[in-house]
Structures are given as C-alpha cells and as structure tokens.
C-alpha cells in the first residue's frame, strides 16, 4: 500500500486546514488509519485515528475539539480537518496504515504503512 499526504502549508493561529491521505495498491477500508505527527529531535507522536470495521475515530487529548479524522472509503482517502491551529501543532504530520487493535490505536510500531509526511506550520 502506498500512502499520499497532501494539504499541509503555512497558516495563521485559529486557521485550519484539511490533510488528505490517498491509498494505492490497497484498500483503505482494510486497515485503521491514523494520523501522527513529529518535530525535530522528538519522536512521532500520535494524533488521531479511524478504526476500519466500526469506523469510530479516537484522537489525542490536545486536539480533542479541534481535529477530525475521517475517511471515505469509496476514495480510498482519509482526512484529517485540523480547525483553531496552534503555534504548538507546527510539526510534519503522517498518515499510516495498519491493523493495531485498539489498546494500541496510538503506538506508531503497530503501523505497516506510511505516507512521507507533510508540513504544516502555523504562525503566531
């Protein structure tokens, strides 16, 4: 499966943007989705996810209210609308594909595939 992030740029504190993650060579449907992001010299940190079967979503506590993650099967392309950026959510986010099970939604290790990542940078 080959994984394609676009969508990240430059934005204004309280702007938004909207990520998108296309699948090739797989069906997305197969696979939890998740979304993570990283900053130089720290690990990749997860941020939100799609569950496959059920299609419930669960994200990190800091972008609770802020972020939403969803899919669309039939595009084989998964989302991620980040609304009210901060400064601190400057970082290259990456989609992935795997099949964790859900005590282990967030641990990037239960991830097979992976996007290269784009960079969004939001200014004060």
């Known amino acids: 499966v080959q994984l394609q992030a676009s969508g990240g740029g430059l934005v204004q504190a309280g702007g938004s943007l909207r990520l998108s993650c296309a699948a090739s060579?797989?069906?997305?449907?197969?696979?939890?989705m998740g979304w993570f992001r990283q900053t130089p010299g720290n690990e990749r940190e997860f941020v939100a996810a799609?569950?496959?079967?059920?299609?419930?979503?669960t994200s990190a506590d800091f972008v609770k209210g802020r972020f939403t993650v969803s899919r669309d099967n039939a595009k084989n392309t998964v989302y991620l609308q980040m609304n009210n950026l901060k400064p601190d959510d400057t970082a290259v986010y990456y989609c992935?594909?795997?099949?964790?099970?859900?005590?282990?939604?967030?641990?990037?290790?239960?991830?097979?595939?992976w996007g290269q990542g784009t960079q969004v940078t939001v200014s004060s």
């Open positions: 799609s569950r496959r079967n059920t299609g419930s979503t």
């Open positions: 060579g797989g069906t997305l449907r197969d696979y939890v």
């Open positions: 992935a594909a795997g099949r964790p099970i859900l005590s282990a939604t967030s641990s990037p290790k239960m991830y097979y595939y």
